[in-house]
C-alpha cells in the first residue's frame, strides 16, 4: 500500500529537499558555533552518502548494512560532537570554540532519537531480507509499508527539528554571549586593578 513504487515522487523529493533545508539552517543559525559545526557535519556526510549512493545499490541484499552504517554516522556526529570538536581543536578554530562553549539542546536530543530509529528501522530490513532470501516468509509486508513512509516521516522531522533549532539561538549563542561577557567584564576588572595599582604606585613615590 505505502510500497516505494507507489509514492516514487513523494519519497524522492522529500530526501531531495534534505540537503537544502541542512543549507538553510546553516545559513541562519551560522552566528551559533554549536548549530554551525552540527549542520557541517551533517552536510558532508550527506554529500558522502550522495557520493555513495550509487555503489549501495550495488549491494543488493545487503543495502540496508550500508544503510544503518551511514545512519550510525549521522548519530555519532550529534551525540559526539564534542569529542569530535576536542580531536579537531587544535587545528580548527570553530572546533575549538565548540569545545570550550559545548551545549546539548533538546532539539538535538530528538534528532538523536530520530537517527536511532534510523538504524533500526534499516536492522529490522536487513532481519527481513535475510528471511525472505532463506524462504522463512514470502513477501516483505515492512520493507514495502512500513520501510519508505517511516524514513519519509522522519526525514520530515529531522528537517523540522534542524529548522527550530537554527532559529532558538539567534542572534547567537545565549553560553558564548555570556562567555564573552565574562570575558569582557575580566578585563575591564584588569584594567581597573592596573589603574589603581599604578594610582597607589604614583602616591607612594609622592
Known amino acids: 500500500m505505502f510500497s516505494y513504487e507507489n509514492y516514487k515522487a513523494l519519497y524522492d523529493g522529500v530526501a531531495f529537499f534534505i540537503t537544502p533545508i541542512n543549507f538553510i539552517c546553516l545559513l541562519i543559525a551560522w552566528k551559533s558555533i554549536n548549530t554551525r559545526m552540527l549542520l557541517?557535519?551533517?552536510i558532508a556526510l550527506e554529500a558522502i552518502d550522495t557520493l555513495l549512493t550509487g555503489w549501495s545499490y550495488t549491494?543488493?541484499?545487503n543495502y540496508h548494512l550500508y544503510g544503518a552504517f551511514i545512519c550510525s554516522m549521522f548519530l555519532f556526529a550529534v551525540v559526539f560532537r564534542?569529542?569530535?570538536a576536542k580531536l579537531l581543536s587544535k587545528h580548527v578554530k570553530l572546533c575549538n570554540d565548540v569545545y570550550n562553549n559545548f551545549s546539548f539542546s533538546?532539539?538535538?536530543a530528538?534528532?538523536?532519537?530520530?537517527y536511532v530509529i534510523f538504524v533500526l528501522l534499516h536492522v529490522i530490513g536487513f532481519i527481513e531480507i535475510k528471511l525472505y532470501q532463506y524462504d522463512v516468509i514470502d513477501v516483505y509486508p515492512f520493507r514495502n509499508n512500513v520501510f519508505p513512509p517511516s524514513i519519509t516521516i522522519l526525514h520530515l522531522l529531522e528537517a523540522l527539528?534542524?529548522?527550530k533549532l537554527s532559529i532558538r539561538h539567534?542572534?547567537?549563542d545565549d553560553y558564548v554571549q555570556h562567555f564573552k561577557r565574562r570575558l569582557t567584564n575580566d578585563r575591564k576588572l584588569e584594567g581597573t586593578s592596573s589603574y589603581r595599582s599604578s594610582t597607589e604606585d604614583k602616591n607612594d613615590h609622592s
Open 110 to 114: 530528538a534528532i538523536t532519537f530520530m
Open 40 to 42: 557541517i557535519s551533517l
Open 106 to 108: 533538546k532539539q538535538e
Open 59 to 61: 549491494l543488493g541484499n
Open 170 to 172: 539567534l542572534p547567537i
Open 161 to 163: 527539528m534542524l529548522l
Open 82 to 84: 564534542r569529542l569530535l
